[in-house]
């Protein structure tokens, strides 16, 4: 029997955009269904689409962390492709699901094991032969950042610059949602990856700080000028491997004077510790109880207002002239609110992953293995970005 439709895993807040986009892209993906560890959150979604798409789609609890569990699932299902939105920690047993079965795969963050508030590529670059030798793709981080920021990078080359030798990529948040602190994705994710060290790659050698060593004041087009904080972030391991002459790249993310104080306060008291501790004779883990403390990402979007800008600073040579461009998406968070009932981090991770999901389901994206955003041709890419909501523009900067 062919293969046909596709099945989303997770059911959040990036779900929840991904999967109405998926909707008003029926036609492309012919039936979709929703599965993740609580049924009754798929339920909610499958409302939502319901309402904003008049499309159902159909709903199944499943435990991503459990390999047999969703080969059983898929074999069900019969879907072409897999969509995994659930956390970066079910990666490897959903890659591991779908190279068993037959099955593409997009996702949109690196793996990282519960245990250990690390993340590189390496285990899911492992598993190229896996999918490269069956015919299939894995898609690896197509949300906006990893993702969106690797297809800018890869536009710029082919359409601007011979080579780029610096890369910045610029992400911005200036959304309010009225609480003095909340996190826009996941907490545990989010807190990881801000609490670290930062890193960043010049020169073929990746050069650590601490943890928001590195401030730029960055004038973000159409929001104004924000304090930027450098970061580790996972696109800086694939883009180092795969923009052929560049000298540098570096990511920084903007956060407001409130919300890194009160990081800084967790982290002193040890509410950012991810080794269980016991407590009243049970063992629990301190960034877990913070996480249940902590607004619902997902129902930040009815209270944010504000917008988002993310894109990437490229400089390098044109004909031997150095130039520099500046290619961004700028997203409101009401409207996404108002268009699939979740704030702007949702929806530019959403809208991605499911343009990933559509380019390897029509078969326009075919590269096989497991591969990252910039080893694709752009142009599809861009062009669903302009239409599904995620438009885009370059401008020249003065060196
Ligand atoms: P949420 O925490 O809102 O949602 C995660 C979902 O995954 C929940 O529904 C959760 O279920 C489900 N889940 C967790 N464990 C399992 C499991 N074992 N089996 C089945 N389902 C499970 O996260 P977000 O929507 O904010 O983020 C989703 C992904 O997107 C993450 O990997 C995140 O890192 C990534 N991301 C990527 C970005 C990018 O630009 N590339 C930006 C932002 C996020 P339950 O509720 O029952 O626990």
């Known amino acids: 029997m062919d293969k046909k439709g596709i099945l989303i895993i997770g059911a959040g807040g990036v779900s929840t955009v991904a999967t109405v986009k998926s909707a008003m892209n029926i036609d492309t993906f012919e039936k979709i269904t929703l599965a993740s560890r609580t049924l009754s959150k798929c339920e909610h979604i499958k409302n939502i689409v319901k309402e904003k798409t ?42 591991d699901a ?35 030798s069956r015919g299939l793709t894995a898609l690896l981080g197509s949300g906006f950042d990893p993702g969106v920021t690797g ?31 909340a996190t826009n994705f996941n907490p545990e994710i989010n807190l990881r990856e801000v609490s670290a060290n930062g890193r960043y790659w010049e020169n073929g050698q990746w050069i650590e700080t601490t943890p928001l060593e590195i401030r730029v004041d960055w004038d973000y087009p159409e929001v104004g000028v924000k304090a930027s904080y450098l970061l580790y972030h996972e696109e800086l391991e694939s883009l180092a491997k795969n923009v052929k002459g560049l000298k540098r790249i570096r990511f920084f993310m903007t956060f407001g004077d409130s919300y890194i104080s009160h990081m800084n306060c967790l982290q002193n008291v040890g509410m950012l510790g991810i080794e269980p501790v016991e407590h009243k ?27 988002t800008n993310i894109g990437c600073v490229c400089e390098g040579l044109k004909d031997g002239v150095r130039k520099k461009f500046y290619i961004y998406n700028v997203c409101d968070h009401e409207a996404c609110y108002r268009e699939t009932a979740s704030q702007a981090v949702s929806y530019t991770t959403g809208v991605p992953a499911m343009i990933g999901t559509k380019l390897v389901y029509n078969g326009k994206w075919n590269l096989r293995g497991a591969r990252n955003v910039e080893e694709f041709a752009s142009q599809d890419y861009m062009d669903e970005l302009m239409t599904q909501g995620l438009p885009w523009k370059v401008i020249e900067m003065g060196i």
């Open 54 to 95: 008049g499309v159902d789609i159909d709903v199944k609890q499943l435990d991503a962390d459990n390999t047999d569990e969703i080969i059983k699932l898929i074999k069900e299902l019969n879907p072409k492709v897999v969509l995994n939105v659930a956390l970066p920690y079910q990666d490897l047993t959903i890659m």
């Open 281 to 307: 004779g049970m063992m629990i883990t301190p960034i877990e109880f913070l996480k249940t403390l902590l607004p619902d990402p997902a129902s930040l979007g009815s209270r944010t207002k504000g917008l």
């Open 151 to 181: 297809v800018f990078v890869k536009y710029i080359e082919e359409n601007y610059l011979d080579t780029i030798e610096y890369i910045d990529i610029m992400d911005c948040n200036a959304g309010d949602h009225g609480y003095k602190f």
């Open 98 to 132: 779908c190279s068993a079965t037959d099955t593409h795969y997009i996702d949109t963050a690196n793996y990282e094991h519960p245990d250990e508030a690390k993340f590189e590529y390496k285990l899911q670059w492992e598993r190229n032969d896996n999918f490269e």
